[in-house]
């Protein structure tokens, strides 16, 4: 019979993201039954894995494990074994791999993907930057953006534009307001801009509840609300047309989001961005050829 219930313990010696995305990606096909996660992270020392093996005694099932150093990995594979729980160490195939290929052996130091290095504080600078750049702050500085992200309200600018910062993507974004002038310094098509868009509805739904965490239990003052043009559902649809012909007009590409988490919203603006510097690249390599 299929399990209801499953302890899948997930054992790193840093963060734990490449685990917590591995079964985030694994475990939602799985549908009939309850999955209970138990995150253990930063695991570094034998005091530290000591407490993550009583864990797994009192609470048996499945471990997926990131630990590099040899005797906590041995540590953890000798109580898996005694418990009859299969344990995976999910980076070995592609450590590996890689070693087989580059023909050296790997180093066993863990967290290294997280050093203060160049890549680090350039992840730092872009959340700044998002920071500063937030729903139409500091024009002046759109230049240095490596892209911008335009929309009507509510239609996750911001979320993800700081995702894009976690890669280290200098993101700003404009909102789109009928009746307002349209975003200036954009006109120069020297940094890429992106329109986001989704369905009414959804629209809808997603401002009625930003404005139910606003007006908090004042009925009076939410139902103020719901009778302005914000949640009408016709100048909801008036407001999406007239942002998606400003897109067209200006030749911005329009990401829909309606259906779209941020992460999958952020790889097709990266997949955007990377078209836009191609054609860049394109075009001033058929210049230079008529110059030439």
Not at 159 to 168: I, K, M
Not at 192 to 202: H, Q, S, W, Y
Request: glycine share 8%; hydrophobic share 40%.
């Amino acid at each position: 019979m299929p399990l209801e219930r499953m302890n899948l313990h997930l054992v790193s010696d840093a963060t734990g993201e490449t685990l917590n995305a591995i079964a985030r990606a694994t475990t939602v096909q799985f549908e009939h039954v309850q999955i209970v996660h138990h995150r253990w992270s930063l695991i570094r020392t034998r005091f530290q894995l000591h407490r993550v093996l009583e864990g797994i005694e009192a609470e048996p099932g499945p471990v997926l494990s990131t630990l590099v150093d040899r005797a906590l990995r041995s540590d953890l594979d000798a109580t898996c074994q005694r418990l009859g729980v299969p344990l995976v160490n999910v980076l070995d195939p592609v450590m590996n791999l890689l070693q087989d290929y580059i023909g050296e052996q790997a180093g066993a130091r863990p967290g290294r993907q997280y050093v203060l290095n160049s890549d680090y504080f350039q992840r730092i600078d872009a959340m700044h930057y998002v920071l500063a750049h937030d729903d139409g702050q500091a024009q002046a500085g759109l230049a240095e953006a490596d892209v911008v992200m335009v929309g009507v309200s509510r239609s996750s600018k911001t979320p993800t534009c700081f995702y894009l910062a976690n890669r280290g993507i200098k993101a700003a974004n404009i909102p789109l307001v009928p009746n307002l002038p349209e975003p200036e310094g954009l006109e120069t098509g020297g940094v890429p801009v992106i329109g986001l868009t989704l369905e009414p509805k959804a629209l809808i739904e997603i401002r009625r509840h930003r404005l139910r965490l606003i007006g908090g239990a004042d009925a009076g003052a939410l139902a103020r609300h719901n009778s302005t043009d914000y949640v009408d559902e016709e100048s909801v649809k008036a407001e999406l047309l007239w942002a998606r012909r400003l897109c067209t007009r200006r030749g911005w590409p329009v990401i829909d989001v309606t259906r779209r988490s941020i992460e999958e919203t952020a790889a097709t603006v990266l997949q955007l961005m990377e078209a836009w510097h191609a054609r860049r690249a394109k075009a001033a390599g058929a210049a230079a050829a008529r110059g030439a």
